[in-house]
């Protein structure tokens, strides 16, 4: 019915005085009105989800967190990330990124009874203790094409998964005790 409405629409203000030199656009022929829009493709008037790891890199990770440790404010940077070694991982279209472990990461920069408690960027993740200690799901940081760090968590293998995303991670919280 919209695409009806639509063609009408279009095919009325071609009518009203265009002096444009090429025809107003036509339905096609073989589309029946009413027709679902192809598998695959956005309906009319919808916004088709956007994935950023189609996107070609736009700038290198800005490696800058600002971290409270046990209420005390301090910022980690590009050499406090060079201390911590690189997980292997891979996205989920095999694309390498830099991947650190939150774990591996808290204990070599802060001490090895410390775990984060919660995760802020474009929302806020609180990460219980007991999720922080289950050994079968590894919290990860890594950069994205849009130079940014995101949060997530992999599985033993280093698959990622989508659950408890946080784009655009700005600040952790840790405690020690």
Wanted: aromatic share 6%; hydrophobic share 40%.
């Amino acid at each position: 019915m919209k695409l009806v409405a639509c063609g009408v629409f279009v095919l009325a203000c071609g009518a009203c005085g265009n002096s444009s030199s090429s025809p107003a656009p036509q339905p096609l022929a073989s589309e029946p009105a009413g027709s679902a829009a192809p598998a695959g493709s956005a309906a009319a008037g919808e916004k088709k989800h956007h994935e950023d790891r189609h996107d070609a890199p736009v700038s290198d990770a800005k490696l800058d967190l600002d971290v409270v440790v046990d209420g005390k404010p301090v910022q980690w940077h590009a050499d406090d990330f060079a201390k911590v070694s690189k997980f292997h991982g891979k996205n989920n279209d095999g694309d390498a990124r830099d991947v650190w472990s939150l774990r591996e990461m808290v204990h070599t920069l802060v001490g090895p009874t410390a775990r984060i408690t919660a995760v802020h960027g474009d929302g806020d993740k609180q990460i219980f203790a007991d999720a922080w200690n289950d050994e079968t799901h590894i919290p990860i940081l890594h950069n994205t094409r849009k130079g940014k760090l995101k949060f997530r968590w992999t599985d033993q293998d280093g698959a990622w998964q989508d659950t408890q995303v946080v784009k655009d991670v700005a600040k952790l919280d840790v405690v020690t005790k």
